[in-house]
């Protein structure tokens, strides 16, 4: 009796205290939750200021040279953004994302690309499409005209190009050569299959090169094999001023492009990304969107137009619920020098392009209803975009309904 009395005493005590015990523990996970988040918005909200910032000052003043020159010479705003952007990759994104993450798709379309036949397959469609088109320019009964020639002369040295491609690339060893631009914390650094290079105009690591790509300096390419360009790669100088052209395989953008307030220097970034690839070399373009995926389906039209007018074709494109994912590769050695009068830099726009002021600086009060325009646009979508993220050289849709958290926040870009 005394044993059960004894027994009957310890389950009282444990009903009377387990309960106030497990509410504490939830008490204290509830407030740690909450600290947690506060500091991720804390940190997003310096990632936020230096973009509104930047594009409020390019809206008052216009001179995107004078404002970038000013920027680069803020040391402190500047050093704040790195330390907060890195603090966000590692104790953040990281730890939320849970199906594939921005890092892994470029290194999983360059595994696919370079790696598993991929670039062999795109480039042996070309030649398919280059013979029809050798065929259809092909005059019948040796009757010529001007335009025919000029057809059949572009078609078979297009051919012929692509036969040496095809070759060389069936040759592919070594590492990849990746410049990986506003890197901040060298993400790719960790992956054998890459010789990666990180820039940055502030680095948060001592991997990463200081170097302002806008104003980088582009030199003659490197007539050295290719065991000889890996030991330049790896001997190079800091800063960066000055690089080689057609050095890298891959140029990754990642969250870059959105990073600038003008439209014209997301065109020089591409530009230059042209002009450092190597021939069938890869673009990879990560830029945030929280929108569906249709929302702005004629920003990325538009995109895609300019960036191929510069020699580039898409390879691939892709939406996760916080970010486009775009892959281009570099089809010609050379672009046209009339594109700037084409308007073309001016295609590269981003939704906050258009905002006011007043809506930068009160980003709550700017959820309103469509504008005609987007109205317009979403209607424009439904023609141009299949229902799943399309890969344009196989003409196939990509599955995606991947959760994609790294920018929950949303961090950069207010849609």
């Known amino acids: 009796m005394e044993e059960a009395d004894g027994y009957l005493g310890v389950r009282l005590v444990q009903r009377a205290t387990g309960p106030g015990l497990v509410g504490k523990q939830e008490a204290a996970a509830s407030a740690s ?32 040279d004078k404002i970038w020159r000013e920027h ?51 480039l042996e469609k ?82 990463v090169y200081k170097c302002d790509f806008l104003n980088l300096q582009l030199q003659q390419p490197l007539q050295l094999a290719q065991d000889a360009i890996d030991a330049f790669l790896k001997q190079l100088k800091n800063p960066i001023d000055s690089l080689p052209g057609e050095l890298f395989h891959v140029v ?54 300019a960036i191929e007018s510069l020699g580039f074709k898409r390879y691939k494109y892709v939406k996760f619920s916080h970010m486009h994912l775009l892959a281009f590769r570099k089809i010609s050695l050379q672009t046209t020098s009339d594109l700037v009068s084409r308007n073309y830099p001016e295609m590269l726009f981003i939704p906050q392009d258009f905002n006011h002021i007043d809506e930068e600086e009160h980003p709550d009060a700017s959820c309103q209803d469509r504008s005609e325009m987007e109205d317009d ?17 196989s003409g196939e849709s990509q599955a995606s309904s991947i959760p994609f958290h790294e920018m929950d926040d949303p961090v950069l870009l207010l849609s």
């Open 377 to 393: 646009q979403i209607a424009y979508s439904f023609l141009e975009l299949p229902d799943a993220p399309y890969d344009s050289d």
């Open 126 to 207: 070309d030649e398919k499409r280059a013979r029809l088109a050798l065929a259809m320019a092909t005059p019948a009964f040796n009757v010529q005209t001007s335009e025919k020639k000029d057809d059949y002369s572009a078609s078979n040295g297009i051919l012929m190009n692509l036969d040496a491609s095809i070759s060389k690339l069936l040759c592919f060893s070594g590492k990849i050569r990746l410049l990986d631009v506003g890197s901040c914390f060298n993400p790719f650094l960790k992956f054998d299959e890459f010789l990666a290079v990180g820039i940055d105009i502030v680095p948060a690591v001592e991997s």
């Open 252 to 305: 990754v953008f990642s969250l870059l492009l959105s990073y600038f307030p003008a439209p014209y220097q997301r065109w020089i970034c591409c530009k230059k990304a042209h002009e450092l690839l190597a021939l069938h070399g890869l673009l990879l373009i990560i830029t945030p969107d929280s929108s569906h995926q249709n929302r702005h389906a004629y920003m990325i039209k538009s995109w895609k137009t």
């Open 33 to 64: 939750e909450g600290d947690r988040k506060r500091e991720q918005e804390k940190l997003s909200g310096v990632v936020k200021n230096v973009h509104r910032k930047l594009r409020k000052k390019y809206r008052e003043v216009g001179d995107f």
């Open 72 to 122: 680069c010479e803020d040391e402190e705003t500047l050093s704040e953004y790195a330390v907060a952007m890195k603090n966000l990759a590692d104790n953040y994104w990281a730890k939320n994302c849970e199906g594939e993450g921005r890092i892994e798709w470029c290194r999983s379309v360059c595994q696919e690309y370079f790696l598993n036949g991929g670039v062999k397959r795109v």
